[in-house]
């Protein structure tokens, strides 16, 4: 159930070159990708389709594999089987300079002798573009990203998130086939990672670029993507919109990366499932006999009478609301969000009570 | 780095004709002192323990001699004169640091040569209050190691705390020297034995304000033993070099020993 | 009428007194840095000076332009040549060389048995001892040399033309020996800080190899490249022990002219060359060290 954004076309205008040659978008594909280091399998059999013009997040802890598969996708790493398809072409035995790419990396990137101008227009002078209009198309991609008028700058006279947004555009100006981000946002402030990435977002969605994002950050990836792939130990565990993810975790991993979910135990018959005497509604297809639930913490509540007991591990303030995390009498342990104003410390007796939406089960 | 990194090829192309470059003297120098008329043998080896040349060698063995008291003097200098200024000018006169950090790197500035023409006058007066004993060029040779020292000293420096240790230490009620020597000193010991190796390392092989200002150490005794026997010199100094090497792999290895020993 | 005076608080102490015991602490502090201070005086300042202020007096102590003047003299200024020359040739052979080794470490282990190895034998031919490594090539190319003799045995002869070892381009070797591992020693710490996304981002950008290195490896190392040549250069030129021992007599480069005037009362008819050659030298190595310092700073403003 994947149903890509629709590619906008922008008519062109004199101005501005980049976006007038906005076309929409290729195809990315990895077909049983396998990587090894050495005796360590990183990569399992990837499978992976990604539309034109599609924003795809590969999503998942440190050691999954994602930002191998991404350099796989770039040739920066070699695939010890399967293969890897730009457009309806097997590139993987194209070296990464022909592949026709841009990529972001996560810091450093920039070339610390050349200005900011200079980086940006780089790859059109390796393509053999004459200095005028490549610096007049790198001013166009920097005045797309905001950052036209620190064009004479250094790179280290940037900021780690006005560098990221040179790397961005110095990765655009080229019109590349599909652009990579490998985990661009990380080295930046909280704030301006957010700026960021919607920043990314609207440019991509304007320019109908196929984008795939790799991050370890479950907010961003539900924030930008138009869909994610959760990976974990070298293989995707679901793919799906942000939605499906965060309401339809297909295993655990899932559920406790992507929403922050407690697993508990229950009991299902048919279209319902009972949890701590409460019956709830099932998502998705009914199941009968012993589940595992999913429950998330903005669907759970401290009551002061009914619902199970617990005890307070920690809680943290978060502004408008708290999270506090309880362990059951059974020993399981649950995150719950609950009002900023009830305030709970470590070793309260609380009583936890679940609210009647539907859940997913396993 | 698999961008970056050469090919197997060129670093071994490189590092086989490099290499020759530097073998080949070593290798040849080996082999001079293995002459014995029109064939090879041992002989000039095994004349170090021969009884009947000793007088031959004497030079040597006072230069050598002299050298290590020099080398002695030399380290102390570093360690009793240099480290506490050193911890004094990172604990109370921070913003002096980059004033302190040009002076210790100054002597790399300043040839050797040129400092024995004003030392010489300098030494006379040390004659006349000290004596004429080799022991006196230490003073010298603190200055000739004072980059050398000071870097690796830095860097111990740099890498403790030594702020917040001596605060803690004073805290708890101990005076200076009890901080100095029990708390600091102990947990510079990478810096300061890779500066007091490099110390005796730099005095040994030390020619220049020896050689014009006329004491005998270990160099000057082999361009004079070079007179009387060539292969002699050449067996030292097949000895001396080493001996170098040994002494800075062991300050390789115990310096990532320390730093693997610190981490919690 | 109030008074204002300072405050003595109930438990009797004044309240001025933090400030006092921190003036006399600092005071020690500052009496702490004495006894190293005077010991740089009296034996880096003063010798130094005394060096270069020896050339402009006479045996008798009198004032005289004399000494300094020498430096124009011809024999003089054809041994700064010969200094020059040294020092330039075996600059740039041994920071070409020594960059080529640093390149061909890239990438391996630094504590590992190749590095470990490289670094400490770098160690030992760049800074110990010039003498031995005399003797180490006389035995190697002198005119009894053991490669002097196998090359007589295939019909080649060395010094056909004479004992040019003992002269001046027979110093071009040694100095070399000690500057190829002086240039690892120095560059090494800059071609580690390549990052490898440089690389990575070139490739991706559509660059090849060769391009990464003429269009962004190279100009980014060039500063400190040649930073390090110049570092080399001083070097070169302040070295005296390996021509020392090469040289028994003779003064051809600047540290044996200084050998010379020291050792015999007049030379070239002037009695105080030796403080004048002294400060001819200063100002050369303390150009190229300021030179040296200033790009090395430059280019450490990129290496953030």
């Known amino acids: 159930m994947t149903s890509p954004t629709p590619v906008r076309s922008l008519p062109r205008t004199a101005e501005n070159s980049l976006l007038a040659d906005a076309h929409s978008g290729t195809r990315v594909e990895f077909r049983g990708v396998v990587k090894d280091y050495g005796s360590t399998r990183v990569l399992h059999g990837l499978d992976l389709d990604v539309a034109p013009g599609e924003f795809v997040s590969l999503l998942g802890p440190s050691g999954c594999g994602k930002t191998t598969a991404l350099r796989v996708l770039a040739g920066l790493e070699h695939a010890n089987g399967g293969a890897v398809l730009l457009g309806d072409t097997d590139v993987s035995t194209v070296p990464t300079n022909r592949r026709d790419i841009g990529m972001v990396f996560q810091s450093y990137s920039l070339f610390p002798h050349l200005r900011v101008i200079d980086n940006t227009a780089f790859g059109l002078r390796r393509r053999k573009v004459a200095k005028a209009q490549a610096q007049r198309r790198a001013a166009d991609a920097l005045e797309l990203v905001g950052l036209d008028h620190l064009a004479d700058r250094f790179p280290h006279q940037l900021s780690g998130g006005q560098q990221q947004r040179v790397a961005l555009a110095r990765a655009l100006v080229t019109e590349p086939r599909v652009l990579l981000l490998d985990e661009p946002l990380s080295a930046l402030d909280a704030k301006v990672r957010v700026q960021l990435r919607d920043e990314i977002r609207r440019i991509q969605l304007r320019l109908g670029i196929t984008t795939v994002f790799v991050t370890h950050d479950q907010e961003e990836a539900l924030a930008v993507s138009d869909r994610i792939a959760v990976m974990n130990a070298g293989r995707i565990e679901q793919i799906g919109t942000p939605e499906e993810l965060y309401l339809s975790p297909a295993t655990p991993n899932v559920a406790a990366f992507v929403g922050l979910s407690s697993i508990v135990a229950g009991v299902a018959s048919g279209a319902s499932v009972l949890v701590w005497g409460e019956t709830l509604p099932i998502v998705g297809d009914p199941v009968t006999g012993e589940v595992e639930v999913f429950l998330r913490p903005e669907n759970l509540r401290l009551v002061a009478s009914g619902g ?11 502004g408008s609301f708290r999270r506090t995390l309880v362990r059951t009498t059974d020993g399981a342990l649950l995150q719950v969000q609950h009002p900023a104003s009830e305030r709970v410390e470590y070793d309260d007796r609380v009583r936890v009570a679940i609210e009647p939406t539907p859940v997913s089960v396993r | 780095m698999t961008s970056l990194a050469p090919s197997r090829t060129t670093r071994w192309v490189i590092g086989i004709l ?15 002192t293995l002459r014995d008329d029109d064939g090879y043998s041992l002989v000039h080896w095994a004349a170090l323990f021969d009884p009947a040349k000793a007088a031959l060698y004497r030079p040597i063995w006072t230069g050598l001699g002299n050298s290590l008291v020099l080398a002695l003097v030399t380290v102390a200098i570093v360690l009793f004169l240099l480290t506490p200024t050193m911890v004094l000018v990172h604990l109370r006169f921070p913003k002096l640091r980059p004033g302190f950090e040009f002076l210790a790197l100054l002597p790399i500035s300043i040839p050797a040569i040129v400092v024995v023409v004003g030392l010489a006058p300098i030494y006379q007066h040390i004659a006349r209050m000290l004596g004429t004993g080799a022991w006196t060029l230490a003073f010298a040779y603190g200055v000739t190691v004072l980059p050398f020292a000071f870097r690796s000293i830095q860097a111990s420096i740099d890498a403790v705390d030594i702020r917040t240790l001596s605060e803690a230490a004073r805290s708890l009620g101990a005076g200076w020297p009890t901080v100095l020597l029990r708390v600091i000193a102990p947990n510079l010991r990478s810096g300061l034995l890779a500066a007091s190796l490099i110390s005796v390392a730099v005095v040994l092989g030390e020619f220049t304000i020896a050689s014009l200002l006329n004491r005998q150490v270990f160099q000057t005794a082999l361009v004079v033993v070079k007179n009387s026997d060539g292969y002699a010199a050449s067996v030292f100094t ?8 040994v002494m800075l792999i062991v300050i390789q290895l115990a310096g990532r020993a320390r730093s693997g020993k610190g981490r919690p | 009428m109030t008074i204002a005076t300072p405050q003595v608080t109930p438990d009797g102490a004044e309240r001025c007194a933090p400030p006092r015991r921190g003036a006399s602490a600092r005071m020690w502090a500052w009496l702490g840095l004495v006894p190293f201070l005077a010991y740089l005086a009296v034996f880096l300042v003063l010798p130094t000076m005394l060096a270069l202020a020896s050339g402009l007096f006479t045996r008798d102590g009198s004032f005289t332009w004399d000494n300094l003047a020498a430096l124009g003299d011809p024999v003089v200024l054809a041994t700064f040549g010969n200094s020059m020359w040294l020092s330039l040739v075996t600059a740039v052979i041994g920071a070409v060389i020594g960059a080529l080794v640093c390149y061909a470490l890239l990438g391996i282990r630094e504590d590992g048995p190749v590095r470990t190895f490289v670094d400490a034998a770098a160690g030992v031919f760049a800074q110990f001892g010039g003498v031995m490594l005399a003797f180490t090539f006389i035995a190697t190319i002198g005119l009894k040399g053991v490669v002097t003799q196998l090359l007589l045995g295939v019909g080649v002869e ?7 070892i003992y002269e001046l381009p027979g110093l071009v070797l040694p100095y070399i020996f000690f500057q190829i591992p002086l240039m690892v020693i120095t560059f090494m710490p800059t071609l580690s800080a390549l990052k490898p996304q440089w690389a990575e981002a070139n490739l991706t950008l559509g660059g090849t190899r060769a391009t990464f290195w003429t269009h962004v490896g190279i100009p980014v190392l060039a500063p400190s490249f040649l930073a390090s040549t110049l570092l080399l250069f001083a070097n070169a030129f302040s070295s005296y022990a390996t021509a020392a021992a090469l040289a028994s007599q003779g003064s051809q480069i600047v540290p044996l002219q200084i050998r010379t005037s020291l050792t015999s009362e007049t030379v070239l008819g002037r009695e105080n060359l030796a403080g004048a050659l002294a ?13 040296s310092s200033l790009i090395q700073r430059r280019a450490a403003r990129w290496q953030r």
Do not use: K, N, R
């Open chain 1, 308 to 318: 199970i007991e617990a005890v307070v591990q920690e809680s943290t303030f978060l």
């Open chain 2, 238 to 245: 097949l000895l001396a070099l080493a001996f170098a090497f």
């Open chain 3, 279 to 291: 400060l001819g030298m200063i100002v050369v190595v303390g150009v190229v060290m300021w030179l």
């Open chain 2, 18 to 32: 490099v290499g020759a470059f530097f073998a080949i003297p070593m290798a040849s120098t080996f082999f001079y």
């Open chain 3, 158 to 164: 060395l010094f056909a033309d004479g004992p040019w």
